[in-house]
């Protein structure tokens, strides 16, 4: 399955990350959600709804399968092989957090007195019980597999320690000292373990001849290291105090510190415990939100509370993200190879396994134990307890060295011999330079344009020309033609103006009328990934309506909300559609799909989600996430679930004693929610613009007071884009909300800004109807007025019909 996806060919050439492709060897190991020996990790697709099933819990002595103590729990609890986990809903309406989840949206509680199991959610603001975040098949009805809320949908997976630096008050990615050796296992990472690791192994032997010979009787991925590292937020808590016979373990040998987890690494090589990949995405793991007593040390009188971080860590949101980086450096995609053989590949058994000192307990590894031919019951639930509570060695997918990564360079070079290759813009901020591509409509407003990123091709089509999508104040529909950046351009893109606009008997107007005084809104449309279909609201009769792309038809109206639709938002996937009305309602709608195009929307929506007092502004959507997020007229922003249409969460942007209309909202691809508010300090008073940054779970991360009214939201990789009134472009940090560069200042107030498919420019709409074309990049000397580009079975000219061979010049007078 590895060779046929082509995954590790794109990592070698640098096409995905590090974090990426490690995610996509655990999926395709094997790894589940359903087992915590092998720990669940965040995938980028919905896994069909976990089976309810359950084995008795057995009772298990804290020792290690060679006799020796086992270095992560006292006296415990075997797992099931399967259980469900319900996490808390936190209204996040009082003073202080509730039961924080672990990178899992709320779906609600499970409600006791239900036959089904199904989640009773609490009125708003009521307390949420922390220990109801276990609920095995069994006790307490049956279960129903879609109340298993989980967002994002998740896949077991193991992750590497990549550094070994955790003192030094700054981290230097640069210096190849401060990384761990990714060649050895974990168990030897300290090389005096290894003379007493290979001691161990070759002195072993079993009397019966059932046991074969090991390095370590532990195991790097088990349940107890899950709840280990997660023991600050539900449902692992929960888990951890079931674990530990209903209380929580001794504080030393809980998961207090990131320097002194290291430190146990070094000191022992029983404790081989990888990490898991929390430790690259989520901080609020790291921090005890919900405040449980977790004790105190016994050297220190220390009390354990958030985990204590390296000095070069300012926050947890710092040691993620410098993390993360870590895992993406150059010495890291340099030896990450030899990592992945230890864990998937070749080095994980036979005589290459002996050789690197990575040999684990027999009943760890895939088919070892043929649990049907075991006759005996006893014997049988002892190996099953085995299995579940030393944890499994994933499925082993390569039997050769794994190849290396090329290195930034290589690639580069690489890259540069590829003429249809369209760098990141956000790889050259430096470089930025702004085009004049077109007057779609003279001092018309341009309220939408984009690129859909999903549009198909044939293999014959390969490397024609994209639909552009444009639509104006007043209706007006346009279809251009867009080829991204090409080495032989000088302007970086060609853009083909639809012929229609400029010819008033061929004009497509979406159908009228509109809302009185209020004309198109950006807000209120949305094309579907695959350029098929246009969505529209802010129509006078309520209704929300689907166009055909490129011809411009009408296909249907659909009336269901109960006054003016006034914001649309579509997922990144093509699933769901999410509308926003002014009678307080959103409503979620599924696409019809016939041989993999959109063609329309079903007729009733899958759910009405209701909560809000005002009219609705603006919304959001990710199925990957389980999110549907909604921001209102009164200041007020909801989060519900898709899937089952759940309330989880209400949020108060922070700052307003007169609170104004939320315009604007923006998911991340890993559940940030940004949002972009106002607010008055009185009545009469200047209105005052702000930006915040939220957490998966809810928690306010960052604010930024705005000195310009903002007009236009954009959120994309790790980068918010926003357009203003007072005509400049912002590009900043997703993580922190700082600027990543200076404004790009325009000529007039922006209206809409977007992202091409390739993140290699950015389509800024402007009030007067000119579209602007941001890309970045220094193109070799050519000829500007035409260029070759390769098709299918033929080298033909195209002529550059753009206006882009002008730079945008915005110092003129306005």
Same mark, same amino acid.
């Given at each position: 399955m590895l060779r046929a996806s082509g995954l590790t060919q794109k990592w070698v050439q640098r096409e995905i990350s590090n974090f990426e492709y490690l995610m996509q060897l655990n999926t395709i190991a094997g790894r589940t959600y359903n087992d915590l020996s092998q720990y669940p990790v965040v995938r980028s697709c919905p896994l069909p709804p976990p089976h309810p099933a359950g084995l008795p819990a057995l009772l298990h002595p804290s020792v290690g399968v060679d006799g020796g103590p086992s270095p992560e729990l006292g006296p415990r609890r075997v797992l099931p092989e399967t259980w469900f986990l319900f996490p808390a809903v936190p209204p996040h309406t009082q003073p202080h957090s509730p039961p924080l989840l672990a990178s899992v949206f709320p779906g609600g509680t499970p409600d006791p007195d239900s036959p089904s199991g199904s989640l009773a959610t609490p009125p708003r603001g009521a307390p949420s019980p922390v220990g109801s975040a276990l609920l095995p098949e069994g006790q307490g009805g049956q279960v129903d597999p879609q109340d298993s809320h989980v967002a994002p949908t998740r896949v077991g997976g193991q992750f590497p320690w990549v550094l070994q630096d955790y003192v030094s008050p700054t981290l230097d990615l640069s210096n190849p000292a401060v990384f761990r050796?990714?060649?050895?296992?974990?168990?030897?990472?300290?090389?005096?373990?290894?003379?007493?690791?290979?001691?161990?192994?070759?002195?072993?032997?079993?009397?019966?001849?059932?046991?074969?010979?090991?390095?370590?009787?532990?195991?790097?991925?088990?349940?107890?290291?899950?709840?280990?590292?997660?023991?600050?937020?539900?449902?692992?808590?929960?888990?951890?105090?079931?674990?530990?016979?209903?209380?929580?373990?001794?504080?030393?040998?809980?998961?207090?510190s990131v320097a002194a987890a290291w430190q146990a690494r070094l000191e022992s090589p029983a404790d081989v415990k990888e990490l898991i990949p929390e430790f690259f995405y989520f901080p609020d793991f790291l921090e005890n939100q919900n405040g449980f007593d977790l004790g105190c040390l016994q050297l220190t009188n220390e009390k354990v509370g958030d985990v204590v971080l390296p000095p070069w860590a300012s926050s947890p949101e710092d040691f993620i993200q410098q993390h993360r980086r870590a895992l993406e450096s150059e010495y890291v995609s340099a030896h990450l190879h030899e990592w992945i053989d230890l864990i998937f590949g070749y080095k994980q058994r036979g005589p290459a396994a002996e050789e690197a000192l990575n040999v684990f307990y027999y009943c760890t590894y895939e088919g070892a134990v043929d649990l049907d031919q075991v006759a005996d019951e006893r014997e049988r639930k002892a190996l099953e307890g085995i299995i579940s509570n030393f944890g499994q060695t994933p499925c082993q997918l390569l039997k050769e060295p794994h190849p290396s990564r090329l290195s930034a360079e290589e690639a580069a070079q690489r890259l540069a011999r590829v003429d249809t290759n369209s760098p990141s813009i956000f790889q050259h901020l430096n470089q930025l330079k702004a085009f004049f591509a077109e007057v779609i409509s003279d001092d018309v407003p341009l309220v939408l344009a984009m690129v859909p990123h999903q549009q198909p091709h044939s293999f014959i089509t390969q490397g024609s020309p994209d639909l552009l999508v444009t639509v104006s104040a007043n209706g007006m529909l346009g279809t251009h033609n867009w080829l991204p950046y090409d080495r032989n351009i000088s302007n970086y893109f060609s853009f083909s103006k639809d012929p229609t606009i400029g010819n008033p008997k061929m004009q497509r107007l979406l159908s009228g009328p509109w809302v009185p005084g209020s004309g198109v809104s950006g807000q209120a449309l949305a094309v579907a990934p695959d350029g098929r279909l246009l969505f529209s609201g802010g129509h006078w009769d309520g209704s929300l309506r689907v166009t055909a792309l490129p011809r411009g038809k009408l296909l249907n109206q659909l009336r269901r909300h109960l006054d003016v639709v006034t914001c649309l938002a579509l997922d990144t996937c093509g699933i769901y559609l999410i509308s926003g009305s002014r009678d307080t309602t959103c409503m979620v709608w599924r696409l019809l799909q016939q041989g993999g195009l959109s063609v329309g929307l079903a007729s009733k929506p899958v759910q009405v989600l209701y909560g809000h007092e005002a009219a609705v502004s603006c919304v959001a959507i990710s199925t990957e996430l389980?999110?549907?997020?909604?921001?209102?007229?009164?200041?007020?922003?909801?989060?519900?679930?898709?899937?089952?249409?759940?309330?989880?969460?209400?949020?108060? *942007? *922070?700052?307003?004693?007169? *609170?104004? *209309?939320?315009?604007?909202?923006?998911?991340?691809?890993?559940?940030?929610?940004?949002?972009?508010?106002?607010?008055?300090?009185?009545?009469?008073?200047?209105?005052?613009?702000?930006?915040?940054?939220?957490?998966?779970?809810?928690?306010?991360?960052?604010?930024?007071?705005?000195?310009?009214?903002?007009?236009?939201?954009?959120?994309?990789?790790?980068?918010?884009?926003?357009?203003?009134?007072?005509?400049?472009?912002?590009?900043?940090?997703?993580?922190?909300?700082?600027?990543?560069?200076?404004?790009?200042p325009m000529k007039v107030p922006i209206r809409s800004v977007a992202v091409t498919k390739e993140r290699s420019h950015v389509l800024v709409g402007l009030e007067d109807g000119k579209l602007i074309v941001v890309g970045a990049g220094q193109p070799s000397e050519v000829r500007s007025s035409q260029f070759a580009r390769k098709l299918w079975r033929s080298s033909r000219r195209i002529s550059q019909v753009s206006s882009g061979e002008t730079e945008y010049n915005p110092g003129e007078a306005r």
């Open positions: 050796d990714l060649s050895k296992p974990i168990g030897v990472v300290n090389p005096k373990h290894a003379q007493l690791v290979r001691e161990k192994y070759e002195s072993f032997e079993d009397p019966a001849g059932t046991i074969d010979k090991f390095h370590y009787g532990t195991h790097y991925s088990n349940a107890a290291g899950v709840m280990h590292y997660l023991i600050r937020v539900e449902p692992f808590t929960s888990l951890h105090v079931q674990l530990q016979s209903g209380r929580f373990d001794c504080s030393d040998r809980q998961f207090h389980d999110m549907a997020v909604s921001g209102s007229e009164d200041g007020t922003v909801i989060i519900h679930t898709v899937r089952r249409g759940h309330f989880v969460a209400t949020l108060r *942007p *922070p700052g307003a004693t007169l *609170p104004g *209309p939320v315009a604007h909202l923006a998911l991340g691809s890993e559940g940030q929610i940004v949002v972009q508010s106002s607010a008055r300090e009185r009545l009469g008073a200047q209105v005052t613009y702000s930006l915040h940054l939220y957490s998966v779970n809810g928690r306010l991360r960052a604010s930024l007071t705005l000195g310009e009214q903002p007009t236009a939201l954009k959120v994309t990789e790790d980068f918010v884009l926003l357009g203003t009134a007072q005509c400049a472009l912002h590009i900043l940090h997703l993580n922190k909300l700082l600027p990543a560069v200076p404004p790009l």
